[in-house]
């Protein structure tokens, strides 16, 4: 493998952090990081050492992809961007097309950070509510902001990247963190395997969604806890009716098994087939802050992604009976 190659294949998980904080698609950010090899690989003749590392131009060339891709696309969002909670009882309403959400990802694709104290901060910085904020700048804006305060490469740096001024792009940088002041996401938890605390919680949570225990679910959520279904508009805001949906009919046999999702616990969801077999479902967040979940997303139309997830293709359970898949996986 040439050189070339080898630094790409060490940028693959930046270049992924970048264009997913951009583009909030996890099949745009795939599109983005595969245009950028090619461009890197084409014009490789173009490089000059002498003006600097590798690293930003590969950069450059990213950002641009991204700006590109975002001059034919509209914001992506939540659900609760979109418009109020439903009532208790209400049906699911409307699905809108794929490219008017926010798309989960797995930490492992975008998590570039070793240490403990960075993988914290690149966490916080690719949690769906951060993303979702960042879908309120400008996309120039928003280079600026991840470059700079994310990736944290200097105004000088960010500039050349961003073919620009420094001047422009402490101008950017400070209209960004204007509109971001006023989108400021909710303070949650990140994930953290070493907390006892947090890894109680989430087993109470697993325990009591698995025997449908609708009291011990309500238990463990906040009052105003918030649950939505994407791709449909639908959303509710109230612990014990989030408990009773996750409770119904529709979610017998159901299994939860662990992953990390957009710097958050997440889970899959398997269902039983008509073989016994658990099947993929849904993509499920959890996030989680001062020892209660206080938002749950459930990502339909997610089976296909599972083993992107870490998380196996199919489940059985030895004579029917469901494992403690939270604690097997720690093992």
């Known amino acids: 493998m040439d050189h070339l190659s080898v630094v790409l294949e060490e940028q693959r998980r930046p270049l992924t952090g970048l264009c997913y904080r951009m583009l909030g698609s996890a099949a745009d950010t795939d599109d983005a990081v595969q245009e950028t090899m090619i461009r890197v690989i084409a014009h490789a003749g173009r490089y000059d050492a002498a003006r600097g590392a590798v690293g930003p131009w590969i950069f450059r060339i990213a950002a ?4 590109d891709m975002l001059r034919s696309r509209g914001r992506r969002a939540l659900a609760m961007d979109l418009g109020p909670a439903a009532e208790a009882g209400s049906p699911l309403g ?7 959400w926010i798309e989960p990802m797995p930490d492992s694709r975008v998590i570039a950070a070793s240490d403990p104290a960075a993988v914290v901060v690149e966490r916080e910085t690719v949690r769906l509510a951060f993303i979702a904020a960042l879908q309120y700048l400008p996309p120039r804006q928003r280079a600026v902001l991840i470059l700079r305060d994310v990736l944290q490469y200097s105004a000088g740096e960010t500039a050349e990247i961003l073919d620009t001024s420094t001047a422009g792009v402490n101008s950017a940088l400070q209209r960004a963190k204007a509109t971001m002041a006023r989108h400021r996401p ?3 938890d990140p994930l953290d395997e070493t907390d006892e605390t947090q890894r109680a919680l989430l087993e109470r949570y697993v325990n009591a969604f698995q025997r449908h225990d609708i009291d011990e679910l309500t238990a463990v959520l906040r009052a105003d806890a918030r649950s939505s279904m994407p791709p449909f508009l639908w959303w509710v805001h109230c612990a014990r009716v989030l408990a009773e949906l996750m409770t119904n009919g529709a979610c017998d046999g159901a299994r939860l098994v662990p992953t990390a999702i957009n710097g958050s616990p997440g889970f ?4 039983p ?40 293709p199919t489940l059985t359970a030895p004579g029917g009976r469901p494992t403690d898949e939270l604690s097997a996986r720690r093992t």
């Open 268 to 271: 899959g969801q398997y269902r």
């Open 64 to 67: 641009n992809v991204c700006l």
């Open 186 to 188: 909710e303070m949650t």
């Open 273 to 312: 087939d008509a073989d016994d077999v658990l099947r993929p479902f849904g993509i499920v967040l959890v996030e989680i802050y001062q020892g209660a979940v206080t938002h749950v997303v459930t990502f339909l139309g997610t089976a296909d992604r599972f083993t992107e997830f870490g998380l196996p």
């Open 94 to 100: 409307v699905a809108l097309p794929p490219e008017r």
